[in-house]
């Protein structure tokens, strides 16, 4: 692939990549969240079509116009959200797309193939199950087998292990193995470096849509490809230090189940203080929607406790935690975050609404609460709107300011926020980060969920790293390099001291 490039709605998700896949490798690519890595892989899948660029299979221009191109070349992808269809067997949903489909699914030929296949590799699935009864880990292999009876001799993984057990994962891991030492050609996608380290031959690192560089992995080792990976020039931006009071959310052995069923929060410890902000940085995927959801009541807690201001509300309803002063920036601003339908006032009131000045016994006054819109439309800048309206008509900073604007109105004792700023552009950004240091100045104790590394270090008082739902560093922003927080990130412990 040669100066792939691949805009967005103007965003370059890929900008001028060169990627070379050479037959009998693992060639890993890695990069935090949003690098470009899905990308690219999809433009080599035929399933995106490149703005700029090339690519050359065996010395040959080709044209991957769809997906089902891209497989006459011998191409295939396993994405990151797996596709089969759950209402067909295995067998059935492994003969699906196949040129010869109708007389494959009529035959008994195809499970003693899937069984061939299955054995070969190491890869156990019961062929004449349905989808539906199959683990995540098993749908995987079936995707997998797929693309081996298919033919495929260029593989695309797409961040295959963040589905599965570490025990599968090696399992994975050994398949991949065995696939490229027959010559097959295998691209391994993670932003995991252990695993990285462990099963690829060569690694490319991407980094915000461009490619920092290739190199032999035995040639690699951790910390500099963690540096690659982070790499951007981290300037500390001028920050004003916050001054912490009394502990105020206070979380200690915090245990939560993940919707997969296995344990995405894994014994979480936590202080948050009075007038402190304290990030949760990490690469999506390792527990932080779980946790700021354990943490607001609507996921159960398995183990573990949680106080607010002294009070524990580990079993308390979503209602009582925001009664006791719990404010939620959800990540998911039109789901969770706002009811879409709602015109803008009633949004602004929901959570204060049962209380005067908005209702007096069981009468909620439309003045008062249209009132309050107005307020806070002028106090929170809320732009394009009137109370009348309905949010979904908002753009995403507006959006995220009338989030704010209700949860900041309550006067809350502890916020947990959650991606505050993702989406963004720069102006909103700086606004919605103003107002969270403006009330953490006020003496709110605010959780600062981001994957955004360069937000964590603007307004972190203090830094812990979450890794596959487990605390794995705490440290100052000061004490936070590129290097130290890739490594993190990626799953290393690193002894600061
Ligand atoms: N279908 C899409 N529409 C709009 N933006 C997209 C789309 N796919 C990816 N992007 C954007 O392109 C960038 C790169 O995304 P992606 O390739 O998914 O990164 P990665 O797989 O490394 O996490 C991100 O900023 C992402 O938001
Ligand atoms: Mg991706």
Redesign the pocket.
């Known amino acids: 692939m040669t100066g792939i490039t691949k805009g ?2 103007g ?1 370059l ?1 890929n900008d001028g990549v060169d990627f070379d896949l050479q037959w009998g490798e693992v060639h890993a690519l890695l ?1 935090e ?7 690219l892989c999809s433009i080599l899948a035929g399933l995106y079509h490149p703005d700029g660029g090339e690519i050359n299979i065996n010395g040959r221009p080709v044209e991957l116009r769809s997906p089902h191109a891209a497989l006459e070349h011998g191409v295939g992808m396993v994405y990151q959200h797996f596709r089969l269809v759950d209402r067909f067997t295995v067998a059935e949903n492994i003969a699906l797309g196949h040129p010869d489909a109708t007389f494959l699914s009529r035959s008994k030929d195809l499970e003693k193939q899937v069984e061939h296949l299955s054995s070969k590799y190491n890869m156990p699935v019961p062929a004449d199950a349905g989808v539906w009864q199959l683990s995540v880990g098993e749908e995987q292999r079936v995707e997998i087998l797929k693309l081996l009876h298919r033919g495929v001799q260029i593989l695309i993984l797409d961040e295959p292990t963040a589905v599965l057990t570490p025990q599968e994962a090696r399992n994975l891991f050994r398949t991949i193995r065995s696939m490229a030492e027959e010559g097959r050609a295998i691209i391994f996608v993670s932003h995991k470096l252990d695993e990285v380290m462990e099963v690829s031959d060569r690694v490319t690192v ?1 980094r915000d ?1 461009k490619k920092v560089g290739t190199l032999p992995t035995s040639e690699a080792d951790p910390a500099s490809l963690a540096r690659m990976m982070v790499g951007r020039d981290l300037e500390m931006p001028a920050r004003r230090e916050g001054v912490p009071g009394e502990p105020v959310l206070t979380v200690s052995g915090l245990t939560a189940d993940g919707d997969r069923g296995f344990e995405a929060v894994r014994n979480v410890d936590l202080e948050v203080r009075a007038g402190q902000i304290m990030g949760v940085a990490g690469v999506s995927g390792n527990g932080q929607r779980e946790l700021a959801e354990a943490l607001t009541g609507l996921r159960p807690v398995k183990a573990g406790q949680v106080f607010l201001g002294g009070v524990d509300i580990t079993r308390s309803s979503v209602l009582d935690r925001i009664k006791l002063g719990l404010g939620f920036v959800p990540e998911d601003r039109l789901g969770t975050g706002l009811a879409k339908g709602l015109p803008l006032a009633k949004n602004l009131s929901l959570k204060s609404y049962r209380a005067p000045p908005l209702s007096t016994g069981p009468v909620i006054s439309k003045r008062a609460v249209d009132q309050r819109a107005d307020e806070l439309i002028q106090r929170f800048d809320i732009r394009g709107t009137r109370p009348g309206l309905p949010v979904s008509l908002l753009s995403g900073g507006n959006l995220q300011r009338a989030i704010l604007a209700r949860e900041i109105s309550g006067g809350p004792k502890a916020m947990v926020a959650a991606a505050p700023t993702r989406g963004l552009d720069v102006a909103a950004t700086e606004a919605i980060r103003t107002l969270l240091l403006e009330e953490r100045d006020k003496g709110a104790a605010i959780l600062m969920i981001s994957e955004d590394l360069e937000e964590v270090l603007a307004l972190s008082d203090e830094i812990v790293v979450l890794y596959e739902g487990r605390i794995i560093g705490r440290l100052r922003p000061d004490q936070a390099d590129p290097e130290v927080m890739g490594l993190m990130m990626a799953g290393r412990e690193v002894d600061l001291s």
Do not use: I, R, Y
């Not at 969240?33 to 990308?39: F, L, M, P, V």
């Open positions: 967005f709605f965003a998700a990069g969240n949003g690098a470009g890595k899905s990308t991407l849509g």
